[in-house]
Protein backbone atom coordinates (compact mmCIF):
# COMPACT_ATOMS: atom_id res chain seq x y z
CA UNK A 1 0.00 0.00 0.00
CA UNK A 2 2.69 2.28 0.70
CA UNK A 3 4.60 1.54 -2.43
CA UNK A 4 1.35 2.53 -4.42
CA UNK A 5 0.78 5.61 -2.61
CA UNK A 6 4.41 6.40 -3.47
CA UNK A 7 3.81 5.76 -7.03
CA UNK A 8 1.09 7.93 -7.23
CA UNK A 9 2.56 11.15 -5.55
CA UNK A 10 5.76 10.08 -8.24
CA UNK A 11 3.61 10.05 -11.10
CA UNK A 12 1.14 12.61 -9.94
CA UNK A 13 4.34 15.63 -9.22
CA UNK A 14 5.57 14.12 -12.92
CA UNK A 15 2.61 15.24 -14.37
CA UNK A 16 3.00 18.30 -12.59
CA UNK A 17 6.41 18.98 -13.73
CA UNK A 18 5.37 18.14 -17.01
CA UNK A 19 2.26 20.68 -17.07
CA UNK A 20 4.84 22.98 -15.10
CA UNK A 21 7.02 22.64 -18.63
CA UNK A 22 4.26 23.76 -21.08
CA UNK A 23 3.13 26.48 -19.46
CA UNK A 24 7.35 27.21 -18.57
CA UNK A 25 8.01 27.10 -22.27
CA UNK A 26 4.55 28.79 -23.23
CA UNK A 27 5.29 31.87 -20.87
CA UNK A 28 8.95 32.11 -23.00
CA UNK A 29 7.58 32.46 -26.45
CA UNK A 30 5.07 35.03 -25.00
CA UNK A 31 8.22 37.05 -22.99
CA UNK A 32 10.15 36.93 -26.15
CA UNK A 33 7.62 38.05 -28.70
CA UNK A 34 7.02 41.20 -26.17
CA UNK A 35 10.71 41.59 -25.12
CA UNK A 36 12.99 40.51 -28.10
CA UNK A 37 16.14 37.68 -27.75
CA UNK A 38 17.81 40.44 -25.93
CA UNK A 39 15.37 41.39 -23.11
CA UNK A 40 15.64 37.42 -22.23
CA UNK A 41 19.41 37.34 -22.64
CA UNK A 42 18.59 40.56 -19.60
CA UNK A 43 16.55 39.00 -17.69
CA UNK A 44 18.53 35.60 -17.59
CA UNK A 45 21.47 37.91 -16.37
CA UNK A 46 19.22 38.98 -13.76
CA UNK A 47 18.18 35.62 -12.98
CA UNK A 48 21.88 34.37 -12.24
CA UNK A 49 21.83 36.50 -9.19
CA UNK A 50 18.22 35.64 -8.26
CA UNK A 51 18.87 32.02 -8.31
CA UNK A 52 21.56 31.85 -6.16
CA UNK A 53 19.86 34.09 -3.76
CA UNK A 54 16.74 32.11 -3.97
CA UNK A 55 19.37 28.31 -3.97
CA UNK A 56 20.52 30.01 -0.28
CA UNK A 57 17.36 30.69 1.48
CA UNK A 58 15.14 27.53 -0.06
CA UNK A 59 17.68 24.49 -0.53
CA UNK A 60 18.50 23.54 2.36
CA UNK A 61 15.66 24.45 4.67
CA UNK A 62 13.03 22.31 2.30
CA UNK A 63 14.78 19.44 2.45
CA UNK A 64 15.40 19.68 6.58
CA UNK A 65 11.67 19.66 7.31
CA UNK A 66 11.00 16.38 5.25
CA UNK A 67 13.65 14.64 7.20
CA UNK A 68 12.71 15.97 10.80
CA UNK A 69 8.69 15.87 9.88
CA UNK A 70 9.05 12.34 8.38
CA UNK A 71 10.80 10.78 11.18
CA UNK A 72 8.46 12.82 14.00
CA UNK A 73 5.36 10.86 12.33
CA UNK A 74 7.38 7.84 12.44
CA UNK A 75 7.93 7.91 15.80
CA UNK A 76 3.97 9.43 15.92
CA UNK A 77 5.56 12.24 17.77
CA UNK A 78 3.12 14.72 16.70
CA UNK A 79 4.08 18.13 18.37
CA UNK A 80 8.02 17.48 17.05
CA UNK A 81 6.53 17.82 13.87
CA UNK A 82 4.74 20.61 14.11
CA UNK A 83 7.50 22.22 16.26
CA UNK A 84 10.03 21.17 13.39
CA UNK A 85 8.38 23.44 10.91
CA UNK A 86 7.34 26.31 12.95
CA UNK A 87 11.67 26.39 13.88
CA UNK A 88 12.60 25.77 10.43
CA UNK A 89 10.09 28.77 9.53
CA UNK A 90 11.85 30.89 11.95
CA UNK A 91 15.35 30.24 10.51
CA UNK A 92 13.98 30.38 7.28
CA UNK A 93 12.90 33.85 7.56
CA UNK A 94 15.88 34.69 9.39
CA UNK A 95 18.36 33.92 6.57
CA UNK A 96 16.03 34.92 3.63
CA UNK A 97 15.41 38.45 5.84
CA UNK A 98 19.68 38.94 5.76
CA UNK A 99 19.74 37.45 2.17
CA UNK A 100 16.84 39.62 0.80
CA UNK A 101 18.41 42.83 2.83
CA UNK A 102 21.64 42.19 1.38
CA UNK A 103 20.28 41.71 -1.95
CA UNK A 104 18.30 44.93 -1.75
CA UNK A 105 21.28 47.24 -0.55
CA UNK A 106 23.86 45.82 -2.70
CA UNK A 107 21.38 46.20 -6.21
CA UNK A 108 23.48 49.12 -7.27
CA UNK A 109 27.02 47.53 -6.68
CA UNK A 110 25.93 44.55 -8.30
CA UNK A 111 24.55 45.82 -11.10
CA UNK A 112 27.14 47.87 -12.31
CA UNK A 113 30.26 46.07 -11.40
CA UNK A 114 29.08 42.90 -11.33
CA UNK A 115 26.77 42.52 -14.39
CA UNK A 116 28.26 45.19 -15.53
CA UNK A 117 24.15 46.19 -16.81
CA UNK A 118 22.80 49.39 -14.74
CA UNK A 119 19.31 48.33 -16.21
CA UNK A 120 19.46 44.83 -14.04
CA UNK A 121 19.64 46.97 -10.87
CA UNK A 122 15.42 48.11 -10.28
CA UNK A 123 14.94 44.03 -11.30
CA UNK A 124 16.92 42.87 -8.53
CA UNK A 125 15.38 45.40 -5.94
CA UNK A 126 12.01 44.14 -6.79
CA UNK A 127 12.88 40.48 -6.50
CA UNK A 128 14.42 40.79 -2.69
CA UNK A 129 11.12 40.92 -0.86
CA UNK A 130 10.32 37.48 -2.01
CA UNK A 131 12.94 36.15 -0.82
CA UNK A 132 11.37 35.73 2.73
CA UNK A 133 8.25 34.14 1.18
CA UNK A 134 10.21 31.81 -0.96
CA UNK A 135 11.70 30.55 2.41
CA UNK A 136 8.43 30.17 3.71
CA UNK A 137 6.85 28.34 0.97
CA UNK A 138 10.22 25.97 1.02
CA UNK A 139 9.19 25.19 4.52
CA UNK A 140 5.69 24.17 3.33
CA UNK A 141 6.93 22.75 0.90
CA UNK A 142 8.89 20.44 2.86
CA UNK A 143 6.42 19.07 4.86
CA UNK A 144 3.90 18.24 2.35
CA UNK A 145 6.46 16.24 0.73
CA UNK A 146 7.33 14.38 4.40
CA UNK A 147 3.23 13.30 4.87
CA UNK A 148 3.27 12.60 0.93
CA UNK A 149 0.20 15.00 -0.20
CA UNK A 150 2.12 15.43 -3.35
CA UNK A 151 -0.49 17.14 -5.08
CA UNK A 152 -0.88 20.41 -2.85
CA UNK A 153 3.06 20.72 -3.58
CA UNK A 154 2.16 20.66 -7.29
CA UNK A 155 -1.17 22.70 -7.62
CA UNK A 156 0.90 24.99 -5.40
CA UNK A 157 4.09 25.46 -7.90
CA UNK A 158 1.29 25.59 -10.80
CA UNK A 159 -0.78 28.17 -9.14
CA UNK A 160 2.49 30.17 -8.84
CA UNK A 161 3.58 30.19 -12.36
CA UNK A 162 -0.07 30.88 -13.22
CA UNK A 163 -0.16 34.05 -11.19
CA UNK A 164 3.30 34.76 -12.17
CA UNK A 165 1.72 35.06 -15.93
CA UNK A 166 -1.41 37.16 -15.09
CA UNK A 167 0.86 39.63 -13.51
CA UNK A 168 3.35 40.01 -16.07
CA UNK A 169 0.38 40.18 -18.71
CA UNK A 170 -1.33 42.70 -16.68
CA UNK A 171 1.63 45.01 -16.47
CA UNK A 172 3.66 43.87 -19.75
CA UNK A 173 1.63 46.08 -22.34
CA UNK A 174 2.58 49.66 -19.53
CA UNK A 175 6.41 48.86 -18.76
CA UNK A 176 7.30 47.60 -22.10
CA UNK A 177 7.36 50.32 -24.30
CA UNK A 178 9.54 52.52 -21.96
CA UNK A 179 12.51 50.35 -22.28
CA UNK A 180 13.95 46.68 -21.68
CA UNK A 181 14.54 47.73 -17.97
CA UNK A 182 11.25 48.27 -17.13
CA UNK A 183 9.98 45.23 -19.49
CA UNK A 184 12.45 43.25 -16.95
CA UNK A 185 10.40 44.80 -14.46
CA UNK A 186 7.52 43.37 -15.69
CA UNK A 187 8.84 39.64 -15.08
CA UNK A 188 9.71 39.84 -11.84
CA UNK A 189 6.92 41.99 -10.14
CA UNK A 190 5.15 38.72 -11.92
CA UNK A 191 7.52 36.23 -9.73
CA UNK A 192 7.57 38.30 -6.72
CA UNK A 193 3.34 38.84 -6.54
CA UNK A 194 3.18 35.32 -7.59
CA UNK A 195 5.81 34.30 -4.40
CA UNK A 196 3.77 36.51 -1.96
CA UNK A 197 0.38 34.07 -3.34
CA UNK A 198 2.21 30.76 -3.58
CA UNK A 199 2.93 31.38 0.07
CA UNK A 200 -0.29 32.64 1.35
CA UNK A 201 -2.10 29.44 -0.40
CA UNK A 202 0.91 26.73 1.07
CA UNK A 203 -0.17 28.40 4.51
CA UNK A 204 -3.50 28.15 4.27
CA UNK A 205 -3.12 24.58 2.94
CA UNK A 206 -0.53 24.04 5.99
CA UNK A 207 -3.56 25.78 8.71
CA UNK A 208 -5.77 22.86 7.54
CA UNK A 209 -3.27 19.94 8.33
CA UNK A 210 -2.84 21.30 11.64
CA UNK A 211 -6.18 20.45 12.51
CA UNK A 212 -5.15 16.64 11.85
CA UNK A 213 -2.29 16.85 14.66
CA UNK A 214 -4.44 18.97 17.31
CA UNK A 215 -5.47 16.47 19.94
CA UNK A 216 -2.84 14.16 18.96
CA UNK A 217 -0.68 12.48 21.89
CA UNK A 218 3.23 13.03 21.60
CA UNK A 219 6.02 11.01 22.98
CA UNK A 220 9.35 12.33 23.92
CA UNK A 221 11.20 15.85 24.62
CA UNK A 222 11.63 18.34 22.55
CA UNK A 223 15.06 19.31 22.69
CA UNK A 224 18.03 19.59 19.96
CA UNK A 225 15.48 20.33 17.28
CA UNK A 226 17.60 23.54 16.29
CA UNK A 227 20.87 21.87 16.21
CA UNK A 228 19.68 18.91 14.14
CA UNK A 229 17.57 21.43 11.75
CA UNK A 230 21.15 23.01 11.38
CA UNK A 231 22.77 19.90 10.47
CA UNK A 232 20.21 18.75 7.44
CA UNK A 233 20.36 21.69 6.83
CA UNK A 234 23.91 23.77 6.72
CA UNK A 235 25.87 20.82 4.93
CA UNK A 236 22.89 20.55 2.09
CA UNK A 237 22.92 24.64 1.67
CA UNK A 238 26.50 24.93 1.48
CA UNK A 239 27.11 22.66 -1.22
CA UNK A 240 24.17 23.85 -2.79
CA UNK A 241 25.34 27.45 -3.15
CA UNK A 242 28.37 26.17 -4.49
CA UNK A 243 27.02 24.24 -7.28
CA UNK A 244 24.91 28.10 -7.79
CA UNK A 245 27.30 30.52 -7.42
CA UNK A 246 29.81 28.44 -10.14
CA UNK A 247 27.05 28.26 -12.25
CA UNK A 248 26.13 31.86 -11.60
CA UNK A 249 29.98 33.13 -12.43
CA UNK A 250 29.62 31.18 -15.82
CA UNK A 251 26.42 33.33 -16.59
CA UNK A 252 28.03 36.32 -15.38
CA UNK A 253 30.82 35.46 -18.07
CA UNK A 254 29.29 34.98 -20.80
CA UNK A 255 27.99 38.41 -22.06
CA UNK A 256 31.32 39.80 -21.81
CA UNK A 257 32.67 37.11 -23.87
CA UNK A 258 30.53 37.34 -26.39
CA UNK A 259 31.85 40.98 -26.42
CA UNK A 260 35.40 40.36 -26.59
CA UNK A 261 34.49 38.44 -29.42
CA UNK A 262 33.73 41.26 -31.30
CA UNK A 263 29.79 41.38 -31.34
CA UNK A 264 27.81 44.33 -29.73
CA UNK A 265 26.76 44.26 -26.11
CA UNK A 266 22.94 44.10 -27.55
CA UNK A 267 23.70 41.10 -30.13
CA UNK A 268 25.80 39.49 -26.68
CA UNK A 269 22.66 39.79 -24.62
CA UNK A 270 20.74 38.50 -28.02
CA UNK A 271 22.69 35.62 -28.79
CA UNK A 272 23.12 34.48 -25.07
CA UNK A 273 19.51 34.88 -24.57
CA UNK A 274 17.99 32.66 -27.50
CA UNK A 275 20.08 30.30 -26.55
CA UNK A 276 20.39 30.45 -22.37
CA UNK A 277 16.67 31.28 -22.49
CA UNK A 278 14.94 30.36 -25.48
CA UNK A 279 16.30 27.22 -26.85
CA UNK A 280 17.26 25.08 -23.94
CA UNK A 281 14.17 25.13 -22.23
CA UNK A 282 12.98 23.41 -25.69
CA UNK A 283 15.70 21.34 -25.49
CA UNK A 284 15.43 20.17 -22.10
CA UNK A 285 11.18 20.13 -22.00
CA UNK A 286 11.05 16.23 -23.16
CA UNK A 287 13.01 14.94 -20.61
CA UNK A 288 10.26 15.30 -18.23
CA UNK A 289 8.42 12.27 -19.65
CA UNK A 290 11.48 10.13 -18.43
CA UNK A 291 10.83 11.63 -14.70
CA UNK A 292 8.02 9.34 -14.44
CA UNK A 293 9.47 5.93 -15.60
CA UNK A 294 12.92 6.93 -13.41
CA UNK A 295 11.16 7.94 -10.13
CA UNK A 296 9.23 4.91 -10.41
CA UNK A 297 12.22 2.95 -10.75
CA UNK A 298 13.78 4.45 -7.18
CA UNK A 299 11.79 2.55 -4.12
CA UNK A 300 13.00 -0.58 -6.54
CA UNK A 301 16.23 0.33 -6.78
CA UNK A 302 16.71 1.45 -3.29
CA UNK A 303 14.77 -1.77 -1.65
CA UNK A 304 17.48 -3.98 -3.68
CA UNK A 305 20.39 -2.10 -2.58
CA UNK A 306 19.45 -2.19 1.21
CA UNK A 307 19.17 -5.96 0.68
CA UNK A 308 22.45 -6.00 -0.88
CA UNK A 309 20.70 -7.27 -4.30
CA UNK A 310 23.25 -6.56 -7.27
CA UNK A 311 22.07 -8.50 -9.33
CA UNK A 312 18.71 -6.80 -9.56
CA UNK A 313 20.44 -3.32 -9.15
CA UNK A 314 22.68 -4.75 -12.88
CA UNK A 315 19.08 -5.52 -14.21
CA UNK A 316 17.28 -2.55 -13.44
CA UNK A 317 20.10 -0.34 -14.24
CA UNK A 318 20.26 -2.02 -17.43
CA UNK A 319 16.71 -1.33 -18.33
CA UNK A 320 16.66 2.39 -17.16
CA UNK A 321 19.72 2.85 -20.02
CA UNK A 322 17.61 0.96 -22.70
CA UNK A 323 14.51 3.48 -22.27
CA UNK A 324 16.62 6.48 -21.92
CA UNK A 325 18.58 5.86 -25.00
CA UNK A 326 15.63 4.79 -26.88
CA UNK A 327 13.96 7.68 -26.01
CA UNK A 328 16.46 10.49 -26.28
CA UNK A 329 18.09 9.23 -29.40
CA UNK A 330 14.74 9.49 -31.25
CA UNK A 331 14.18 13.53 -29.49
CA UNK A 332 17.75 14.30 -30.82
CA UNK A 333 16.86 12.82 -34.39
CA UNK A 334 13.81 14.68 -34.15
CA UNK A 335 15.65 18.07 -33.57
CA UNK A 336 17.61 17.49 -36.06
CA UNK A 337 16.14 16.70 -38.27
CA UNK A 338 12.83 19.12 -37.84
CA UNK A 339 14.37 21.84 -36.05
CA UNK A 340 13.85 24.80 -38.18
CA UNK A 341 9.79 23.81 -38.35
CA UNK A 342 10.17 23.88 -34.46
CA UNK A 343 11.67 26.65 -33.92
CA UNK A 344 8.76 28.55 -36.50
CA UNK A 345 6.15 26.55 -34.63
CA UNK A 346 7.30 27.72 -30.88
CA UNK A 347 8.81 31.02 -31.39
CA UNK A 348 7.42 31.97 -34.86
CA UNK A 349 11.25 32.19 -35.83
CA UNK A 350 13.92 30.04 -37.78
CA UNK A 351 16.94 31.49 -35.50
CA UNK A 352 16.52 29.66 -32.63
CA UNK A 353 15.49 26.32 -34.76
CA UNK A 354 19.19 26.44 -35.95
CA UNK A 355 20.47 26.22 -32.99
CA UNK A 356 18.26 23.63 -31.88
CA UNK A 357 19.40 21.33 -34.03
CA UNK A 358 23.23 22.22 -33.62
CA UNK A 359 22.79 21.30 -30.11
CA UNK A 360 20.29 18.49 -30.72
CA UNK A 361 23.29 16.12 -30.37
CA UNK A 362 23.85 16.16 -26.81
CA UNK A 363 20.46 15.18 -25.84
CA UNK A 364 20.95 11.89 -25.07
CA UNK A 365 23.73 12.47 -23.06
CA UNK A 366 22.36 15.02 -20.94
CA UNK A 367 18.86 12.77 -20.28
CA UNK A 368 21.21 10.21 -19.71
CA UNK A 369 23.43 12.20 -17.18
CA UNK A 370 20.26 13.55 -15.24
CA UNK A 371 18.61 9.64 -14.78
CA UNK A 372 21.92 8.29 -14.30
CA UNK A 373 22.25 11.22 -11.39
CA UNK A 374 18.91 9.97 -9.51
CA UNK A 375 20.14 6.41 -9.64
CA UNK A 376 23.57 7.48 -7.89
CA UNK A 377 21.37 8.71 -4.92
CA UNK A 378 19.15 6.36 -4.95
CA UNK A 379 22.27 4.00 -4.25
CA UNK A 380 23.93 6.01 -2.05
CA UNK A 381 26.44 7.70 -4.24
CA UNK A 382 25.33 11.48 -3.37
CA UNK A 383 28.92 12.26 -3.01
CA UNK A 384 30.25 11.46 -6.35
CA UNK A 385 26.97 13.23 -8.14
CA UNK A 386 28.26 16.59 -6.23
CA UNK A 387 31.93 16.23 -6.77
CA UNK A 388 31.32 15.90 -10.49
CA UNK A 389 28.60 18.79 -11.03
CA UNK A 390 31.50 20.80 -9.05
CA UNK A 391 34.53 19.65 -11.55
CA UNK A 392 31.53 20.39 -14.47
CA UNK A 393 31.10 23.82 -13.20
CA UNK A 394 34.63 24.61 -12.72
CA UNK A 395 35.56 23.23 -16.36
CA UNK A 396 32.65 25.42 -17.47
CA UNK A 397 34.06 28.28 -16.07
CA UNK A 398 37.39 27.95 -17.57
CA UNK A 399 36.03 27.21 -21.21
CA UNK A 400 33.94 30.34 -20.91
CA UNK A 401 37.29 32.69 -20.12
CA UNK A 402 39.40 30.67 -22.81
CA UNK A 403 36.64 29.76 -26.02
CA UNK A 404 33.99 33.11 -26.11
CA UNK A 405 36.34 35.60 -26.92
CA UNK A 406 37.91 33.52 -29.61
CA UNK A 407 34.87 31.99 -30.72
CA UNK A 408 32.03 33.87 -29.39
CA UNK A 409 28.34 32.10 -29.81
CA UNK A 410 30.22 28.93 -31.18
CA UNK A 411 32.36 28.60 -27.99
CA UNK A 412 29.23 28.83 -26.15
CA UNK A 413 28.07 25.77 -27.95
CA UNK A 414 31.46 24.13 -27.10
CA UNK A 415 30.92 24.40 -23.93
CA UNK A 416 27.95 22.96 -23.54
CA UNK A 417 28.82 19.79 -25.47
CA UNK A 418 32.11 19.63 -23.75
CA UNK A 419 30.35 19.79 -20.20
CA UNK A 420 27.49 17.25 -21.03
CA UNK A 421 29.92 14.70 -22.56
CA UNK A 422 32.34 14.81 -18.96
CA UNK A 423 29.51 14.98 -16.23
CA UNK A 424 27.96 12.12 -18.05
CA UNK A 425 31.01 10.42 -18.98
CA UNK A 426 32.28 10.67 -14.87
CA UNK A 427 28.82 9.71 -13.71
CA UNK A 428 27.83 7.07 -16.47
CA UNK A 429 31.32 5.12 -15.31
CA UNK A 430 30.54 5.52 -11.74
CA UNK A 431 27.25 3.74 -12.18
CA UNK A 432 28.55 1.29 -14.38
CA UNK A 433 31.45 0.64 -11.60
CA UNK A 434 29.20 0.27 -8.85
CA UNK A 435 26.07 -1.58 -10.63
CA UNK A 436 28.86 -3.74 -12.91
CA UNK A 437 26.82 -2.73 -15.99
CA UNK A 438 28.32 -2.92 -19.50
CA UNK A 439 27.32 -0.56 -22.28
CA UNK A 440 25.36 -2.30 -25.07
CA UNK A 441 26.15 0.23 -28.02
CA UNK A 442 25.07 -1.49 -31.10
CA UNK A 443 21.39 -2.30 -29.26
CA UNK A 444 21.08 0.41 -26.99
CA UNK A 445 22.64 3.39 -29.31
CA UNK A 446 23.25 2.11 -32.85
CA UNK A 447 20.03 1.12 -33.94
CA UNK A 448 18.34 3.46 -32.84
CA UNK A 449 20.33 6.05 -34.25
CA UNK A 450 19.83 4.11 -37.82
CA UNK A 451 15.97 3.84 -36.58
CA UNK A 452 15.19 7.63 -36.46
CA UNK A 453 17.38 8.82 -39.28
CA UNK A 454 15.67 6.38 -42.01
CA UNK A 455 12.29 8.52 -41.09
CA UNK A 456 13.84 11.80 -41.18
CA UNK A 457 15.71 11.86 -44.49
CA UNK A 458 12.80 10.73 -45.58
CA UNK A 459 10.70 13.42 -44.83
CA UNK A 460 13.54 15.42 -45.59
CA UNK A 461 13.44 14.48 -48.89
CA UNK A 462 10.16 15.51 -49.46
CA UNK A 463 10.46 18.24 -47.66
CA UNK A 464 9.29 20.64 -50.20
CA UNK A 465 5.98 18.94 -51.38
CA UNK A 466 4.66 18.37 -48.05
CA UNK A 467 4.80 22.34 -47.13
CA UNK A 468 2.64 22.78 -50.39
CA UNK A 469 0.78 20.26 -48.72
CA UNK A 470 0.79 21.28 -44.96
CA UNK A 471 1.53 24.68 -44.98
CA UNK A 472 0.39 25.27 -41.59
CA UNK A 473 3.38 24.64 -39.29
CA UNK A 474 1.67 23.34 -36.70
CA UNK A 475 0.06 20.47 -38.67
CA UNK A 476 3.26 19.80 -40.84
CA UNK A 477 5.16 19.15 -37.74
CA UNK A 478 2.35 16.77 -36.07
CA UNK A 479 2.81 14.90 -39.41
CA UNK A 480 6.47 14.49 -38.79
CA UNK A 481 6.16 13.83 -35.27
CA UNK A 482 3.27 10.88 -35.85
CA UNK A 483 4.96 9.44 -38.92
CA UNK A 484 8.73 9.56 -37.48
CA UNK A 485 7.56 7.88 -34.03
CA UNK A 486 5.51 5.29 -36.17
CA UNK A 487 8.20 4.55 -38.11
CA UNK A 488 10.84 4.56 -35.68
CA UNK A 489 8.69 2.27 -33.40
CA UNK A 490 8.59 -0.11 -36.85
CA UNK A 491 11.92 -0.52 -36.70
CA UNK A 492 13.37 -0.64 -33.49
CA UNK A 493 11.13 -3.80 -33.45
CA UNK A 494 12.29 -5.25 -36.61
CA UNK A 495 15.70 -4.90 -35.25
CA UNK A 496 14.93 -6.21 -32.10
CA UNK A 497 16.08 -3.53 -30.24
CA UNK A 498 12.87 -3.28 -28.72
CA UNK A 499 10.81 -6.65 -27.75
CA UNK A 500 7.47 -7.77 -26.79
CA UNK A 501 9.46 -8.48 -23.58
CA UNK A 502 10.61 -5.12 -22.72
CA UNK A 503 6.77 -3.97 -23.61
CA UNK A 504 5.89 -6.71 -20.83
CA UNK A 505 8.15 -5.19 -18.40
CA UNK A 506 7.06 -1.96 -18.92
CA UNK A 507 3.35 -2.64 -18.25
CA UNK A 508 4.42 -4.72 -15.25
CA UNK A 509 5.81 -1.40 -13.67
CA UNK A 510 2.83 0.76 -14.28
CA UNK A 511 0.67 -2.18 -13.27
CA UNK A 512 2.57 -1.95 -9.52
CA UNK A 513 -0.37 1.48 -9.32
CA UNK A 514 -3.12 -0.71 -9.19
CA UNK A 515 -1.59 -3.54 -6.39
Same mark, same amino acid.
Given at each position: ???????????????????????????????????????????????????????????????????????????????????????????????????????????????????????????????????????????????????????????????????????????????????????????????????????????????????????????????????????????????????????????????????????????????????????????????????????????????????????????????????????????????????????? %???????? /? !? #? +??? =?????? &????????????????????????????????????????????????????????????????????????????????????????????????????????????????? %???????? /? !? #? +??? =?????? &??????????????????
Amino acid at each position: MRKRAFLINSLMLTSAVLLSRVIGISFRVYMSNKIGAEGIGLYQLICTIFLFASTFVTSGVSLAVTRLVTEALARKEYQKAKTAVRRALILGLFFSLLMGGALLFSADYIGNQVLKDPRTILSLKILAPSLPFMAVSACFRGYFFAVRQVIKTASEQLLEQIAEIVIFALVVNFLAPMSLEYACCAIVLGTTGAEIFSCLYSFLLYWGELGKLRGKASKGRISGGIKKLLSICLPVTASSCLRSGLSMTENILIPPGLKRNGASYEGSLAGYGMITGMVMPVITFPSAFLSSFSMLLIPELSEANAANHKKNIHYIAGRVFQITFLFSIFICGFFVFFAKDLGL %LIYHDSAP /G !I #Y +LSV =LAPVIP &LMYLDSVVDGMLKGLNEQLSYLSYNIIDSVMRVGLILFLLPLMGLNGLIVVIFASEILNSTLSIARLMKVTQLKMRFFTWILKPALAVVFPGLLLIGFSSILSKLLPDVLFRV %LFELIFTV /G !I #Y +LLL =LFAMKS &LTKDDIRWLKSIFRQMKQ
